[in-house]
Each structure stands twice: as C-alpha cells, then as structure tokens.
C-alpha cells in the first residue's frame, strides 16, 4: 500500500534534520510508544517493513535492528504494555497515572541514551548486518 514508503521517507527526513544519532532516538521512541499500546512482538512487525524502506547515509539495517529490538523491550509507561505491568497494576493498586509518570520519565531518559548507544555498540562490533536477501544453497 506504499505506507511504510512513506513512513520511511518521514523518518529519513527527521534523520536529516536531527542527524543519525536523532533517528536512532526517534525510531526508539517511536518503537517503545507503540509498545505500551501493542505487544512489543506485533510492535516490531508492524515497523520492520519501514526499518527495511530507510535509507540514509552512515546507518545500516544493523543500526536500525538494534535501536528497533530495544525500543520494543521498553514497554514501561502503561500498565498495558507488557504482562508484568498487568501483573503489578491490581495488586499494587498502582493506577494508569502512575505508570505514566514514572515509565514516562524512564522512557524519555533511555530515548536520550538510546541514539548514542545503538550507533556505539554497532560501530564498536565491528561486525556488518546480515544481507537481507535470500541465499540459495549450492
């Protein structure tokens, strides 16, 4: 339907605007936002096809895959987001307020973390991403 061409384009435009490093926070944010709303699996399957579509010079999909897993693992702002949240939500009469404040301002600190450390620790591995096309054994 051309949506995650279009996705991909707005988000290499912010690239632009914010540099690498503010796309990998971006795409972050973007990702962990999500993830309080859906499970972090579908969060992920839902953004892989506009991951694939970007590109911009001085990042690989490596980059992306990285900043994308982590983002969907950050599911801390709704009660929601992931089960342990639900677990703790009745018990611990915590209400939704609550996890806003505190997974909110636990977001915003790792989306300021989270562009310089995926762009470190891929560039520090050495190690380029895998190709995405097929392989076809001999």
């Not at 914010?18 to 999500?34: E, F, P, Q, R």
């Not at 693992?73 to 342990?84: D, K, N, V």
């Not at 520090?124 to 097929?134: F, I, L, N, V, Y």
Request: glycine content about 10%; overall charge negative.
């Amino acid at each position: 339907t051309g949506v995650a061409d279009v996705l991909a384009a707005g988000l290499v435009t912010l690239g632009k605007a914010t540099g690498n490093i503010g796309l990998l926070a971006i795409l972050y944010l973007t990702t962990s936002v999500l993830s309080c709303i859906v499970s972090n699996q579908a969060t992920v399957i839902l953004l892989w096809p506009v991951v694939q579509q970007i590109d911009i010079e001085g990042l690989e999909i490596g980059h992306f895959a990285l900043a994308l897993m982590m983002g969907a693992s950050t599911a801390f702002a709704t009660p929601i987001g992931y089960q342990t949240n639900l677990m703790v939500y009745g018990p611990g009469r915590y209400t939704f307020v609550d996890f806003m404040k505190i997974g909110g301002a636990l977001t915003i600190i790792l989306t300021a973390l989270a562009g310089p450390l995926v762009y470190i620790l891929t560039e520090t591995t050495g190690t380029e991403a895998p190709s995405m096309q097929p392989t076809t054994q001999p």
